[in-house]
């Protein structure tokens, strides 16, 4: 069970951007989608979360297919964007009640639980800001918020650590921790690969559209010749690639 | 590029967008209501020219108050037209004394021309008041418009001055501050007190003063022309003159949003916390979008003024067509109630645009049924005032009657079939 992505061919504006997809995202693991810029991972999580549609291929979440039942699919999905996006006209309260509401959480338990993640995140005093008073990170942690609250059984993060403060960075980390303990399936797109392998169960390495790699950090690292300290280098001998086959 | 054909380039692609937003105001609904709204409007300004009480009111001072409040609204339209963006502090930069004798002088130029047209529209709306109020007005009505004019004028080179760097500025040290004092004085005093003199002096005296402002306007004009030797020593003030060219701006964009929804306009917001008493109330306990959809109109700078000027221009228009014919007075009061529900419909596609609305495990049908419950509330607002503003205006039971019928019947169908049609075709 979790996240089964199934030979998933799509992109925009008829584009096909990605090709024969297939990767799986079990209960309780964290899965770091990478790639260089234009690999399609960005691509992978709009199908994802339902902002396109796959010409072919499946997206599947516990039994539950995103195009025959796509509020079903939502209601267990948990998305941070890389760009923190926010209803201009409401209060940070508002975004939180609205949020859980929309998922049939809106009580008291659930409410304790966001109270200790904006003590977390510092936000515990600014419930009743508006978003043009809030920085890009105070923006990022409201959507860190917004996700971790719902304990959904699928998180995906885009970018986790993007204009986080470091404090905030080793929190979302242990928090995406306690999410999979809680079983629940975390995807997260990222860059920084040496800083992802302490903590991630495996990486999906996407490369033109098609996953060239699936496994451990220490397999991926072993495969590419490199040290999991410096998987960072996998950048570099995957640009040279393409520069060759260019 | 030259400096010159920089400007026309600017005021040509200005054009076109203005263009594109006349399209988006007049749209056939609008169209409409304008025809009607003028009509009322002329109907109106028909009984005060007229009736035996408004004849009362003129044969009093109050009618020069008026008079000069008008025309001060006039003077206080038309702004000085740059078009400067704030990428031209770094790629104008040292080209300003080229930019000062050819760009600024088109910019001038436009500005007047643009303002003139105002002035005459200003001065041209009260003419059949001052020939009821004077035997022979003409020797006034020509005062009061060279006056505007040539005062408007004024206030635009002075505004051009602004522009320019403080250290080099050769003009009146007065006008340098820009503070509430001396808008007052310039804007509102010294023209208050020279249109009293063109309204009450005699025609003679007129004469004399219109002359005297004439020799005065000579000497300002060339005090203030920039010779080429002039231009070499000025210099622009780049953060004052993008500033003064994005407000200008937002007051045209502004203009265009009072009754049409602007698309790609930065939006802005305003907390109204006089009005989470009522917002509390109205989301408490009540479905998702619900909530987001009225929270979002209540906190809006755009839908909801929009919607609240339709009304009160709704309500005015029924409550002044005194003699009007009752099918009129219920005709415009649906086409209100129309035209209320046109402009709340993009709170809903605005909505449908954000990811946060997406990703929300909310059907398509629970979205549009919120939407729908929004609308209903606000058409019985908005039936409910109008009906009583004319049952209070009009006293007559029959014309309120056909009101509450028609407005029944609009209601109706605009819940039943028009707004979920829209919803159709916008998600189309």
């Known amino acids: 069970m979790g996240l089964k992505i199934n030979n998933i061919s799509g992109g925009y504006a008829g584009n096909n951007i990605l090709k024969n997809i297939s990767f799986d995202v079990p209960n309780g693991e964290i899965v770091a989608l990478i790639g260089l810029n234009g690999a399609g991972k960005s691509t992978t999580v709009n199908h994802i979360i339902g902002e396109l549609q796959p010409q072919m291929g499946s997206i599947v979440l516990n039994d539950t297919n995103i195009v025959s039942e796509p509020t079903a699919f939502k209601s267990q999905l948990a998305y941070i964007p890389e760009q923190p996006i926010l209803y201009d006209e409401l209060t940070l309260a508002e975004h939180l009640h609205l949020m859980l509401a929309a998922h049939e959480k809106d009580n008291e338990n659930t409410w304790e639980r966001v109270v200790s993640l904006l003590t977390m995140f510092r936000l515990e005093d600014k419930l009743n800001w508006l978003p043009i008073h809030f920085s890009k990170g105070m923006r990022q942690k409201v959507m860190l918020v917004s996700a971790f609250m719902l304990n959904a059984p699928l998180l995906i993060v885009d970018e986790p650590f993007l204009g986080l403060d470091t404090l905030a960075q080793r929190d979302v980390v242990s928090l995406m921790k306690e999410q999979a303990k809680l079983g629940n399936s975390i995807l997260m797109t990222t860059h920084l690969l040496a800083s992802a392998a302490t903590f991630v169960d495996r990486f999906v390495v996407l490369h033109d559209g098609k996953v060239r790699f699936v496994g451990t950090p220490s397999a991926l690292a072993e495969e590419n010749q490199l040290t999991v300290d410096h998987l960072d280098d996998l950048f570099d001998l995957m640009q040279k690639e393409l520069a060759n086959e260019g | ?428």
């Open chain 2, 1 to 428: 590029m030259k400096a010159s054909d920089l400007f026309w380039r600017r005021f040509r692609d200005e054009q076109r967008t203005s263009a594109k937003y006349l399209r988006l105001l007049f749209n056939d609904h609008f169209v409409i209501f304008l025809i009607i709204a003028l009509g009322g409007i002329v109907l109106a300004y028909r009984e005060l020219l007229s009736t035996p009480q408004s004849m009362m009111f003129w044969r009093s001072n109050w009618w020069q108050v008026i008079i000069i409040t008008w025309l001060l609204i006039g003077l206080q339209i038309g702004d000085l037209i740059t078009y400067f963006k704030p990428a031209d502090r770094l790629y104008l930069l040292g080209n300003d004394s080229e930019i000062i004798k050819k760009y600024l002088t088109r910019s001038v130029n436009l500005s007047i021309l643009y303002a003139s047209v105002w002035q005459a529209v200003f001065v041209s709306a009260i003419i059949p008041i001052l020939l009821r109020i004077y035997v022979s007005g003409l020797l006034r009505i020509s005062s009061l418009l060279i006056f505007a004019i040539s005062y408007k004028l004024l206030l635009l080179l002075f505004e051009r001055d602004k522009l320019f760097l403080k250290q080099r500025v050769q003009t009146i040290t007065i006008f340098e501050a820009n503070s509430t004092a001396e808008g007052l004085l310039f804007r509102v005093l010294l023209p208050s007190i020279f249109l009293e003199f063109i309204l009450i002096l005699t025609q003679t005296q007129v004469y004399i003063l219109m002359s005297a402002w004439l020799v005065l306007m000579v000497v300002t004009a060339y005090y203030f022309h920039i010779s080429n030797h002039k231009a070499n020593s000025f210099a622009i003030n780049w953060a004052i003159a993008t500033q003064q060219a994005q407000q200008q701006k937002q007051r045209v964009l502004h203009f265009f949003a009072l009754f049409a929804e602007i698309p790609n306009q930065p939006k802005s917001i305003k907390r109204r916390r006089y009005l989470d008493f009522c917002l509390q109330r109205l989301i408490k306990n009540k479905p998702a979008m619900l909530r987001l959809y009225w929270t979002r109109l209540a906190r809006d700078t755009e839908i909801l003024p929009l919607v609240l000027r339709l009304i009160i221009v709704g309500m005015i228009i029924v409550g002044v067509l005194q003699t009007a014919p009752d099918w009129l007075v219920a005709v415009v009061g649906a086409l209100t109630v129309y035209l209320v529900n046109f402009q709340l419909l993009p709170l809903f596609s605005d909505t449908q645009k954000k990811i946060w609305t997406r990703l929300m495990p909310i059907t398509n049908s629970q979205k549009q049924s919120a939407f729908i419950q929004v609308h209903r509330l606000v058409n019985y607002i908005v039936c409910t005032l109008l009906i009583v503003t004319v049952a209070v205006t009009s006293g007559s039971l029959q014309r309120t009657l056909l009101l509450f019928v028609l407005l029944i019947v609009v209601t109706i169908a605009l819940q039943k079939s028009y707004i979920p049609y829209m919803i159709k075709k916008m998600k189309k």
